[in-house]
Each structure stands twice: as structure tokens, then as C-alpha cells.
Nanobody, 126 residues
């Protein structure tokens, strides 16, 4: 079981940007695994936002963030990033990352390997 630590959240005005980072909390190499970003707003279910395959050859995005968010990874640094631009108030949520079994399939976000971390809070407000 692998847990992850998320960072980079904060308070930003609408139209602003943030970059989230995800790294394992143990000596675990992300290199060969798909990683996904999720978010959960108060009173709402957790939803998959984006994912990236181990080689970074495949990425996928929630329709509402496509074109604004970019997922990337640096396997040498054991990090996965989520660059979020043109943020909107509806992007406000706690953001989590997790290992996935695959990326790019319709069911990719339905099951994670491991457990949820504490996430990082993103608040978009003027």
C-alpha cells in the first residue's frame, strides 16, 4: 500500500494559477504507474480530475478542466504535477492524488491502489 502527500494548494483569485505536487510518502517509485488527481468539494462526491500513465504517453482530463489543467510527471524526481490555470470558483475543493491501475479508460478513476491522503485545499475566491 502506498500513500501520497499532496502540496501546492492555497487561496487564489478567479483566473489565477496553482501547481499541485504529488509524491509518495515512502520510498516507492512512481515510474511505472498511472497516477490520478481527484477533488472533493464540500457536500459533493469525490471526482477524478486528471490522470497520467507511467510513461506519460497517455493523459486524460475531466471535461470541465480540459484546456485549463495540465498533468505532468518527473519520474526522476518521483513527482506528479497538476498545473491549474484559469481557475474558477467551482474548482474549489480538496485535491488528492492516488495510484491508478490504468489511465484513459472510462473506468480509470473508479478504483485506486492504496488509500487516500489528506489532500491539499484549493480555494478560488475573490
Amino acid at each position: 500500500q502506498v500513500d501520497f502527500a499532496e502540496s501546492g494548494g492555497g487561496l487564489v483569485q478567479p483566473g489565477g494559477s496553482l501547481r499541485l505536487s504529488c509524491t509518495p510518502t515512502s520510498e516507492f517509485s512512481l515510474r511505472y504507474y498511472s497516477i490520478g488527481w481527484f477533488r472533493q468539494a464540500p457536500g459533493k462526491e469525490r471526482e477524478g480530475v486528471s490522470c497520467i500513465s507511467g510513461s506519460a504517453a497517455r493523459t486524460d482530463y475531466l471535461d470541465s478542466v480540459n484546456g485549463r489543467f495540465t498533468i505532468s510527471r518527473d519520474n526522476a524526481k518521483n513527482l506528479v504535477y497538476l498545473q491549474m490555470n484559469s481557475l474558477k470558483p467551482e474548482d474549489t475543493a480538496n485535491y488528492y492524488c492516488a495510484r491508478l491501475f490504468h489511465c484513459g479508460r472510462s473506468d480509470s478513476f473508479q478504483k485506486i491502489a492504496g488509500s487516500w491522503g489528506q489532500g491539499t485545499q484549493v480555494t478560488v475566491s475573490s
